[in-house]
Each structure stands twice: as structure tokens, then as C-alpha cells.
């Protein structure tokens, strides 16, 4: 590895595609969202076996709430069940889960079942994996200025290391990596704060195809990268 490039941390995903994913094969979208499902959960593992720390997920943006009533329904109900039967599998597989974004605009019923997952599993070490649901990156940065001066910090005490403690993914370092797939090049608004330096990774398979050996090709991509970060 070159010396310049440390070791891959904290990756971060846009999983998209599923929706084309199915209607290319002629079948519901909703199949879709739950091949990639099981996608994700694949990912989770391969990540750690790979000795990454942590694993981001873009699972729902509240742009998503645009969608039909059909089709949020499903996914909030992939959402309850990461959140209570799922939990078991992290368990068995050391892995933490950890949520960002605007809680409070979900239903009291999944808020009530993220905060039972992040109990049950805090105690898991190999790898956390953080959804970031309900989740927008502008909205991120203006909730982190609303908490500061509900704080009472008065202007000249505000600085990034700051803002950073204040946002929905406090505790987390910034993205190594941030993989999108299905051929879009853009973040659509995810971790608009942390991504500065990131190293973006666009692969044209959708996400429900997206295999460990994608993401062996796409960690030897980064391996490759020199990051200077400015300098």
C-alpha cells in the first residue's frame, strides 16, 4: 500500500439501484428493495472480515418520503425488521448498529426499535454499522447550529471540531471511502459535511448485484489513491 494512503477506516455507501434493478427483470420494486436488503447485510460482513471499522449506509433520505405510499410502507417495514428480528444476526456477528438522522421524524414505533438495537448490540465491536435513515446532509448541518445555540456557545467558540461533535454522526470519523452504484455520480446529499476528503468510488452495477468482489476491486482502487487531504 502506498505510504501516503492509511488503511481504509470508515466506508460509506450509497446502495442505489434497486428499484431499476427490478423493473429491468420485469418484477415488483418492492423485490427489489429486499434483494438489496440482503445486500446489505452481506456487505456488513464482508466489511469486517476486511478489518474495516465502520460501514455507513444511506438506507432513507427524507427526499425518499416523495415515493408512493406503497412503497415507503415496505420500506419502513425493512426498517422494523433490521431494527428487531435483524438484531439477533448482529449479534451473532459483533456487529453494532447505530442510526443518523432526524429520529423524530419517524414513527414512535421505529424509534422505539432503534433505541432497543443500539442497546442490545453497543457492546459489539468488530464493526459498526451506521444507517443513516431519514437522512439529508443540509438538514444534518442546520439541526448541528440549532443544537449549538440551544447550547448557548456564543459565536467565536463555534470551530468545525464543533459542529462535528453536533452532528447526527457524532462519534464517527469522516468516510474514507464513499461507494455509489448503479452508475450515479453524485452524493445526493449524503454526509455533505463529513465527505470533504473522501475518495468517491462509482460503480455501474445496481446495488441488489453488488458482490464481495466489487468491494475488493473497489478497496484495491483505494489502495491506490494517494490522499494529501490539502497538502
Known amino acids: ?55 455507513t ?15 415507503i410502507d415496505y420500506l419502513v417495514k425493512l426498517a422494523i425488521k433490521l431494527f ?17 438522522g432526524d429520529r423524530p421524524g419517524l414513527s414512535a414505533q421505529i424509534q422505539r426499535r432503534i433505541k432497543e438495537a443500539e442497546e442490545k448490540t453497543r457492546s459489539n465491536n468488530k464493526l459498526i454499522l451506521t444507517l443513516a435513515l431519514n437522512y439529508n446532509g443540509r438538514s444534518e448541518i442546520v439541526e448541528a447550529f440549532r443544537q449549538i445555540i440551544k447550547q448557548g456557545k456564543k459565536a467565536g467558540e463555534i470551530n468545525e471540531d464543533l459542529v462535528s461533535r453536533s452532528l447526527w454522526t457524532a462519534g464517527l470519523p469522516d468516510p474514507d471511502m464513499i461507494i455509489r452504484t448503479s452508475g450515479e455520480q453524485r452524493l445526493s ?29 473497489a478497496l484495491d482502487d483505494y489502495r491506490q489513491r494517494s490522499r494529501r487531504f490539502g497538502r
Not at 454526509?191 to 475488493?216: A, H, M, R, V
Open 1 to 55: 500500500m502506498d505510504k501516503k494512503t492509511p488503511s481504509l477506516k470508515h466506508l460509506a455507501i450509497i446502495p442505489d439501484g434497486n428499484r431499476r434493478w427490478a423493473r429491468e427483470r420485469g418484477r415488483p420494486i418492492l423485490e427489489g428493495h429486499q434483494a438489496g436488503f440482503r445486500v446489505l447485510k452481506k456487505t456488513a460482513v464482508w466489511c469486517r472480515d476486511f478489518g474495516i471499522e465502520y460501514l
Open 189 to 217: 446529499g449524503f454526509l455533505t459535511w463529513q465527505s470533504i476528503y473522501s475518495e468517491l468510488y462509482f460503480l455501474s452495477k445496481y446495488w441488489p448485484d453488488f458482490n464481495k468482489g466489487d468491494l475488493e476491486t
Open 57 to 71: 449506509i444511506f438506507a432513507f433520505s427524507r427526499d425518499n418520503w416523495k415515493r408512493s405510499e406503497k412503497e
Open 84 to 100: 428487531s428480528r435483524e438484531v439477533k444476526w448482529a449479534l451473532e456477528e459483533d456487529i453494532q448498529i447505530r442510526v443518523a
